[in-house]
């Protein structure tokens, strides 16, 4: 419960005997007992102690990292090393996760994992999820869950795993908040960052809202050579792109609490890139038999403009004094797309395009969910969990591709697309967690079922059981030392643009397209983990799929022409080890490292092993005197790979400097991403008579300086934050 403003309180309980916990952020922890005998008890007055390590006016203890038994919890609130850094950056220092610019956000080795906000999954693709997370700074992070192995509460379609990143509460002051304005530099690109963030309570009533504005410019160069061996044909490309956008980003939310049992909330966000222009301009040389056959120079004009809305109405009916709860969840969730690709051919060095073709494609995805959840806690050890929800999704995505030919724009029905989507899917759980002695242990069963259809012509059902169990034995409390064991079974639908079977061409000599046949992916994963002195973690899991989707590049049934198709590949099997380790070598000086292992193989002929994978960071943190902190960190990666596409090692150097001033309230950072300089990333593509060999490279080297200033007045508060009941989005 929390206080009142005089620093009082109320609780209702039982006849029993109690412990009593009282904490606030700046002071030491008080731990009593307390028995109820059916008698009102006065506690008198709790006085509590400073605590060990000052921060401004808050003082903060607490670890780093916790480890639960299916997650694990890092505390960022009041942690010094994340200073000046966004959530990106903090994730990836966080155990058991990897981010990577290509491929996305990982968890022990898997991507495709979801990310939460305040409850809310991020509906986005890999590339504008990570530019999302990259507008949260540390400032309004309280703490981040690495959810290594989603339970029976969560969608079964999070076999990957979910990072929940819960944003801070306001305590000090009636009206909290954070003003941050920043400049990127990216070789001769400038961009902007401006962000405020604002917490408001009086009396039952909790306001927040804050919005992010972006100006962002990107370079990349990449060269292929694609060779065609039945036709003895090989065609070489180079190319040159460079984007422009403008992002905006703002949210509000409200909470009300009625009385002391019930209470309700609503939170809208939007999402919008305002005007994105991407220029793209390749030189392709087609040989055959070694000998110069086509010349052809394209240029290609992509804009865009998207709007993002999110909507969510929540009640939650407290049934007792202990936690027990009741809540019921109203969401919304939508997606306006406008795109527009020019493109223009010009063959052999002739002056004059040999073609020019313009494509629309306006999109919409509209997705509505409701869920409940039924929380009953009997005591301090034991309690149940139960719940359900329904969500339906739908998506109409149109192409319209128009010829530009003798002066005037003429439609081209062949190209054209009208492509529709919907999805229901309904599901039902239970959850049970208790605590014998040092053992904690969690059991879980979801059921789901999934109802699709595309295009009016495909359509897919299927129902299936999701178990989940979940342990956690301490060894030596005291220490710190404990062992976790879990077991759970999900699945992966695919995602909905990946169904649709429309060709989608990026140049006049590849293409991609989508597979409406593709199944569902299921997973049963076991893992182990060790975790030493509340510090140091090891874990090993093994997981084993069924129709694992992957992404194929191989040759067209057109001559010359390469493309993108998504397969389902029958059974693989994964292999995971990995350490974590943070370490206060000195008062002024922490680092972390990460190492991990892991390694795909296939069961069918249709795809070969993947090697083992070497993957590890190290982030080095020094507090120095008068409030400056230098930071650095690196990592790599060794050769990957990626369905049939393999990856070059990787490996890069990130520096900052930060200093504190005014009372610790202003901020001011400078980092340097990639000091090493640009990044050159290699892909190899092998399939059937097929050889693609791709070299990019990326602007990467990135000057960042940025400014912070936190402030508060009033009365000390704790706004509260609306929760969210989407679940599932794959748009």
Not at 617 to 646: C, M, R, Y
Request: glycine residues 6%.
């Amino acid at each position: 419960v929390l206080t009142l403003a005089d620093g009082s309180f109320e609780l209702k309980a039982a006849k029993n005997k109690y412990k009593l916990t009282v904490s606030i952020i700046g002071y030491e922890t008080h731990t009593g007992e307390v028995e109820v005998n059916g008698n009102d008890v006065n506690l008198g007055n709790i006085v509590l102690k400073t605590g060990a390590e000052m921060l401004g006016e808050a003082v903060v203890t607490a670890k780093l990292i916790d480890r639960k038994a299916d997650r694990f919890v890092m505390n960022i609130a009041g942690n010094e090393t994340v200073a000046g850094k966004n959530s990106i950056e903090i994730l990836s220092m966080a155990p058991s996760v990897w981010v990577d610019k290509q491929k996305g956000i990982s968890i022990n080795g898997k991507s495709d994992i979801k990310v939460m906000v305040n409850d809310r999954i991020m509906n986005m693709s890999t590339d504008e999820l990570q530019n999302y997370l990259e507008t949260i700074p540390a400032e309004d992070i309280q703490s981040i869950e690495i959810i290594t192995d989603p339970g029976a509460e969560y969608e079964a379609n999070s076999n990957s795993g979910i990072i929940h990143i819960k944003l801070k509460r306001g305590r000090i002051g009636g009206l909290t908040g954070s003003v941050t304005s920043g400049i990127r530099v990216m070789r001769d690109n400038v961009s902007l960052n401006e962000n405020l963030s604002l917490n408001y309570r009086k009396n039952k009533l909790s306001l927040y809202g804050s919005a992010y504005y972006n100006r962002n410019n990107w370079e990349s160069d990449n060269t292929m050579v694609t060779e065609f061996f039945d036709k003895n044909t090989k065609l070489t490309q180079d190319g040159d792109f460079n984007q422009t956008s403008d992002y905006l980003r703002a949210n509000f939310g409200t909470v009300y609490e009625f009385n002391d049992k019930h209470e309700a909330g609503f939170t809208f966000e939007t999402r919008n890139n305002l005007n994105y222009e991407g220029k793209t301009h390749n030189l392709s040389q087609l040989f055959t038999n070694n000998i110069l056959d086509k010349k052809t120079s394209e240029n290609n004009v992509n804009s865009w403009k998207s709007n993002r809305y999110d909507a969510s109405l929540n009640y939650k009916f407290k049934m007792d004094t202990i936690g027990s709860s009741l809540k019921v969840f109203l969401d919304y969730t939508g997606h306006h797309m406008k795109d527009n690709y020019l493109f223009e051919t010009f063959v052999n060095d002739s002056p004059t395009s040999d073609s020019t073709y313009n494509r629309h494609l306006p999109a919409v995805y509209d997705i509505y969910a409701v869920r409940v959840d039924y929380f009953k806690k009997f005591n301090e050890k034991t309690s149940i969990s139960l719940g359900g929800r329904y969500g339906y999704a739908e998506m109409n995505y149109k192409v319209k591709h128009d010829d530009f030919i003798g002066g005037a724009w003429v439609n081209n029905p062949a190209n054209s697309d009208d492509y529709d989507y919907n999805e229901n899917v309904a599901a039902l759980y239970a959850k049970f967690d208790s605590k014998l002695v040092k053992l904690s242990y969690t059991l879980g069963l979801r059921y789901e079922y999934t109802g699709l259809n595309i295009a009016k012509e495909y359509k897919h059902c299927y129902n299936d059981l999701f178990p989940s169990v979940y342990l956690k034995y301490n060894l030596n409390e005291d220490k710190g030392h404990s062992v976790n064991a879990s077991y759970n079974r999900k699945l992966s639908r695919p995602y909905y643009t990946n169904l649709n079977p429309f060709k989608e061409w990026t140049d006049q000599y590849s293409y991609s397209v989508g597979n409406p046949y593709l199944k569902p992916t299921y997973s049963d994963a076991l893992s182990l983990g060790f975790t030493f002195f509340d510090k140091i973690t090891l874990t090993a899991q093994y997981t084993a799929y069924n129709d694992v989707v992957r992404r194929i590049m191989m040759a067209a049934p057109e001559p010359n022409v390469s493309m993108r198709i998504f397969q389902n590949v029958d059974k693989m099997k994964m292999y995971y080890i990995g350490a974590y380790a943070p370490v206060k070598v000195a008062k002024w000086y922490n680092f972390t490292a990460q190492l991990s292992v892991a390694k795909n193989t296939y069961g069918g002929d249709f795809m070969a092993d993947e090697p083992w994978v070497c993957r590890g960071n190290t982030q080095h943190t020094f507090t120095l005197p008068k409030e400056w902190t230098i930071a650095i960190d690196g990592w790599f990666s060794s050769k990957s790979q990626w369905g049939n596409v393999e990856i070059g090692a990787m490996g890069g150097v990130n520096g900052s400097i930060s200093k504190r001033m005014f009372d610790k309230k202003l901020v001011a950072t400078f980092n340097v991403w990639n000091i090493q300089g640009f990044r050159y990333i290699k892909l190899i593509s092998k399939a059937e008579n097929f050889l693609r060999t791709e070299r990019m490279l990326n602007q990467s080297q990135v000057f960042n300086f940025s400014l912070t200033y936190n402030f508060s007045m009033g009365k000390s508060v704790n706004v509260k934050k609306v929760e969210k009941g989407i679940d599932k989005e794959r748009l």
